[in-house]
């Protein structure tokens, strides 16, 4: 069983960066995979960034919206996964959300069993 808890969003300006966690709990954390999701009102949850367990490699996966402004990232000694998000743009306004499956990258959230709270995150123009 995993639990997760996000953390790190907030209110800024375009071109700003914030770094978003997520902490897990579970003593079995490093088998699994790790990804960021996004849902903007009145729109459905999409894909953000995956990354693999150690023994996959730590392979990451991003959607093309970020590419080369997101970067994922996973500490497994700390139980913790962070979104590093730069040049932020109001079309980032979404609430973030960490979520965990146990084997293969994947960018659909409905292959994904545990989630997050969620965490805000406002880009101002």
């Known amino acids: 069983q995993v639990q997760l808890v996000e953390s790190g969003g907030g209110l800024v300006q375009a071109g700003d960066s914030l770094r978003l966690s997520c902490a897990a709990s579970?003593?079995?954390?490093?088998?699994?995979?790790m990804g960021w999701f996004r849902q903007a009102p009145g729109k459905e949850r999409e894909f953000v960034a995956a990354?693999?367990?150690?023994?996959?490699?730590?392979?990451?996966m991003y959607a093309d919206s970020v590419t080369g402004r997101f970067t994922i990232s996973r500490d497994d000694a700390k139980n913790m996964v962070y979104l590093q998000m730069n040049s932020l743009q109001p079309e980032d306004t979404a609430v973030y959300y960490c979520?965990?499956?146990?084997?293969?990258?994947?960018?659909?959230?409905?292959?994904?069993?545990?989630w997050g709270q969620g965490t805000q995150v406002t880009v101002s123009s």
């Open positions: 979520a965990a499956r146990r084997f293969g990258l994947a960018t659909t959230a409905k292959n994904y069993a545990y």
């Open positions: 990354i693999s367990d150690s023994w996959s490699g730590g392979s990451t």
């Open positions: 579970g003593r079995t954390f490093n088998n699994y995979v």
